[in-house]
């Protein structure tokens, strides 16, 4: 079983930056697809970036250039770079992880409990 917590979040101006980081414990070697999506209120949840095994990293376009997404193995954390962050970037920010394990190679999806990122001045 993979856990994963997000923290990071918090109120930033229009134009700010913030580091988003997610920490995932447990059976971490099984994970195939780590990353972030996002939920704005009214709206549905999207997806904004992610780093998967043998594809690389993948980005929303709406947060092509400004967003980066990176993972440290050795700490089993996943960051979340965001610059000149727009008020319509202001949402809750989920880290997911992928997972497939077992001897039937049984897929698994783990979400984290978010963490409230608000660009406003």
């Given amino acids: 079983q993979v856990q994963v917590v997000e923290s990071g979040g918090g109120l930033v101006q229009p134009g700010g930056s913030l580091r988003l980081s997610c920490s995932a414990s447990g059976s971490t070697s099984t ?23 043998g594809v690389g990293t993948k980005y929303a376009d709406s947060v092509k250039g400004r ?19 727009k008020p319509e970037d202001t949402a809750v920010y989920y880290c997911y992880a992928a997972s497939i ?21």
């Avoid at 994970?31 to 095994?53: C, D, L, N, T």
């Avoid at 967003?67 to 962050?85: G, K, P």
């Fill in 67 to 85: 967003f980066t997404i990176s993972r440290d193995s050795a700490e089993n954390t996943v960051y979340l770079q965001m610059e000149s962050l």
């Fill in 31 to 53: 994970i195939k697809s780590i990353g972030w999506h996002r939920q704005a209120p009214g709206k549905q949840r999207e997806p904004v970036a992610s780093i998967s095994s």
């Fill in 101 to 121: 394990s077992g001897p039937f190679n049984r897929y698994s999806e783990v979400w984290g409990q978010g963490t409230l990122v608000t660009v406003s001045s």
